[in-house]
């Protein structure tokens, strides 16, 4: 199946004929409502392939009615559109109305950062294993039966999913944050004066809407943490653990979801290096009215081996008064950038979008976040100078994410788009096209993809330079200056700085989406800046989405570095003396089958997205074996404990997948069979890995530290729900860990476990 060439039709206008926007407007209502019933579970996928709704392929059948491509009377389709004639929202359907309202007209709020309390607030205390204190259960959770109990918090209970080294790493902050429907915030803590803000008073209370003069978002049409916009922000340091206590809030009744989302939840710590417990593993998930205490221990890797007794100060963690405290690890393995979403089988690119997502800032003895202190250690990169680490004055998070509403301006989600769902407005951080205020100094900017299935391609619309400092949340070997960033895929973090000391008070300049779509399956072509500005793309979210007002000369004197010429930051860590103990090759494609029926652990939609594995360590070869839908009960890979494999994640068939392998971090080698194929803004430490079209990425990677189940799956969410993600897990990681591990089987009465449905073949 290729690509399409034409661009015709593939986003309807505000100016297109009055009768296709009616016949979309009527094709949106219907599919909304099939959309609801699934997302209810009143229907199954299985149940709209039996009555023709969908094709076996997974996409809506070019049915009068429900694709907008289709007239009702003549039920004739147009030559353009998705596959078989299926069509998402926004792609083909009416825009999303703007209610008058013109880019760059509001200020972009900064995050709102979480407020870090001491252990002892936190009632009841938290403990190694999952308490299982009973409460009374909402009977909307159980069939509408009354009288049962279930456990306050859905961790499953028992050793094997205790928090690992809970006495030796004993949490220190505590952070209790909910999932929650949307609501007004009254207590946006930016950590930043009104005047590193744009101007935003963070006293007046900020109602959920995506612009001033956008409608109010209706309760469960958003769902983010603690029910709040701007999203959320994690500061953390090593060496200092923090519990996070995550609270279900979403209604109990299934069907209060306007449409879409689902109200389990299993938090992902992208890509955090702890055990599985805290993972958010996609089958680890939990229930309204029950919390989950996640453990961050917030260590280096390789913290029993190297640097065991923490005597070098690059390994390190700022102590609050200008210097350093050690801690064990290696220094190379210093992180930096992650985020946290939601991770539910089946529902995470639902209920990402819906808003279950938030940023995590980690600091340590080279990235402090106080660019004064010169201790030969401190990299000294935008900041800040009032505390002695975190500060946010001049670092800025960024989270990019395109989205659709419908008429009446609620959030809007087309949940059939197998193949990616794109919108059509682009939003940073919760807000549609804003603008903020910079003085004439270097800026960090954080900037996360978290869109369903769109990749972005940013450079700025003068073209000048920006300086890459990091990839997926690690600084790089060195800075890269670069007019125009790589492509970046959904998950993928990018630091970069700009130096606005080039500008004068009063100038603006604007941050470009360069990357064209044509539909979600994968990114089209990367437009240059005068074209993506030139208003002639197709693509409604391609051209400026970020302005940048410079207000005025730095309040204080600009005491960072980050030249435009490349700097050295963290090295790799040099792998070359430990063994290759084993290669393993993945396949992602689109013809992948079932060959399990467990109706809890097992994908049984429509979506045909597959995992194939080659686990002999063998000869290479494109297809590894028959693609396999996901089963979280099945492992697929379970490389042992304290080994290096090498594993080539092989991509085809015309699609493009950025690639999340949980746990651990690795280093690519090759792309396509060589190292010359690698950019030097890839050639750090990452945990996301687009393949590109037809394309292949060699790394390697260490397993040690910690021990349980994982995930490796494409990060375009509508793929990896429907359903290319596999389960797998660290082979004798001693202790109380079996082989293999029973697969958790959440219900809100309780957590129960079962044996593997399948371990494939030479997967230990």
């Excluded at 690509?3 to 009768?19: A, P, Q, T, V, Y």
């Excluded at 801690?327 to 279950?356: C, I, L, R």
């Excluded at 009446?408 to 804003?434: H, S």
Aim: hydrophobic content about 35%; proline content about 7%.
């Amino acid at each position: 199946m290729g690509r399409r060439d034409d661009k015709e039709g593939f986003w309807l206008s505000e100016n297109s004929d009055r009768r296709r926007i009616r016949d979309a407007e009527n094709a949106r209502r219907n599919r909304a409502e099939i959309n609801k019933a699934l997302s209810h579970g009143q229907v199954s996928r299985r149940d709209l392939v039996k009555w023709g709704l969908f094709t076996s392929a997974g996409i809506l059948s070019p049915i009068g009615g429900l694709s907008p491509f289709v007239r009702p009377m003549n039920a004739q389709t147009a030559s353009f559109g998705f596959g078989s004639g299926g069509s998402g929202i926004p792609t083909g359907l009416p825009s999303s109305p703007l209610f008058g309202v013109l880019p760059f007209t509001q200020p972009m709020p900064r995050f709102d950062v979480f407020h870090r309390n001491a252990v002892s607030t936190l009632s009841p205390a938290p403990q190694a294993q999952a308490n299982q204190t009973q409460q009374p259960l909402d009977p909307a959770l159980v069939g509408g039966q009354t009288g049962l109990t279930g456990p306050i918090e859905g961790r499953p209970p028992g050793a094997i999913w205790a928090h690992q080294r809970f006495t030796q790493n004993p949490p220190v902050i505590a952070i209790d944050a909910s999932t929650s429907p949307a609501t007004t915030n009254t207590t946006y803590n930016p950590q930043v004066p009104s005047s590193l803000n744009s101007g935003i008073n963070q006293a007046t209370p900020i109602p959920l809407k995506f612009h001033p003069s956008m409608p109010t978002q209706q309760p469960n049409s958003v769902w983010t943490f603690n029910g709040t916009i701007p999203p959320k922000l994690m500061l953390g340091r090593y060496g200092e653990a923090i519990l996070f206590r995550h609270h279900n809030r979403l209604p109990a009744d299934v069907t209060q979801n306007n449409g879409f989302g689902r109200n389990t939840l299993s938090t992902h710590e992208h890509n955090g290096h702890h055990g599985a417990e805290n993972d958010g593993f996609t089958g680890a998930y939990f229930f309204p009215n029950q919390f989950y205490d996640y453990h961050y221990p917030i260590v280096l890797a390789g913290f029993t081996t190297i640097n065991a007794t923490a005597t070098d100060p690059r390994a390190g963690s700022p102590n609050g008064s200008g210097g350093i405290n050690k801690v064990p690890g290696d220094w190379h393995e210093t992180m930096s950038t992650h985020w946290f979403h939601d991770h539910m089988f089946s529902f995470t690119a639902q209920n990402v979008y819906k808003g279950d997502a938030g940023m995590f800032n980690i600091y340590s003895s080279l990235d402090r976040g106080n660019e004064a202190i010169n201790d030969g250690v401190n990299l000294r990169l935008p900041s800040g100078t009032t505390l002695d680490w975190g500060n946010l004055d001049y670092d800025v998070n960024l989270m990019f994410s395109d989205k659709a509403w419908d008429a009446n301006g609620q959030l809007n989600m087309d949940i059939f788009q197998f193949d990616g769902f794109l919108g059509d407005r682009m939003t940073v951080n919760l807000a549609y096209k804003p603008f903020f205020q910079v003085e004439r100094r270097k800026y960090r900017f954080r900037l996360l993809n978290a869109s369903v299935s769109r990749f972005f391609v940013f450079a700025l619309s003068d073209s000048s330079i920006m300086v890459q400092i990091a990839n997926d949340g690690n600084l790089l070997p060195q800075t890269v200056p670069l007019h125009q960033l790589d492509q970046q895929g959904i998950a993928e973090r990018y630091d970069i700085v700009i130096d606005f000391s080039r500008y004068t008070i009063g100038q603006t300049v604007d941050l470009v989406n360069l990357q064209e779509h044509r539909d979600g399956k994968g990114p089209g072509q990367i437009l240059t800046v005068s074209g993506a500005l030139s208003g002639q793309s197709s693509d409604p979210a391609v051209g400026a989405c970020l302005r940048f007002q410079v207000v005025r000369d730095p309040v204080v004197p600009d005491q960072s570095i980050c030249p435009n010429t490349p700097i050295t930051l963290i090295p790799n860590p040099d792998l070359s003396a430990i063994p290759v103990t084993r290669e393993r090759l993945f396949t992602f494609d689109d013809r992948a089958s079932q060959n399990n029926n467990d109706p809890v652990t097992s994908y049984t939609g429509g979506g045909n997205w597959g995992i194939a594995t080659d686990n002999t360590g063998g000869s290479r070869n494109r297809t590894g074996g028959s693609a396999l839908k996901a089963d979280f009960g099945r492992i697929s890979s379970a490389p042992k404990f304290g080994t290096r494999e090498t594993w080539t994640l092989q991509g085809g068939f015309n699609w493009d997948h950025p690639i999340h392998i949980h746990f651990e971090e690795g280093q690519i080698l090759a792309r396509n069979g060589s190292l010359s194929n690698v950019p030097q803004a890839e050639r750090g430490r990452k945990d996301v890995y687009r393949l590109k079209e037809n394309g292949s990425v060699t790394i390697t990677m260490q397993f040690r530290d910690w021990g349980g189940m994982f995930m490796e799956h494409c990060h375009n969410t509508m793929h990896e729900d429907n359903a290319m993600l596999l389960r797998w897990e660290i082979n004798a990681a001693g202790g109380v860990f079996l082989n293999p591990l029973p697969t958790p089987i959440p219900k809100p009465t309780g957590v129960t476990f079962q044996a593997p449905d399948e371990i494939l073949t030479n997967a230990f």
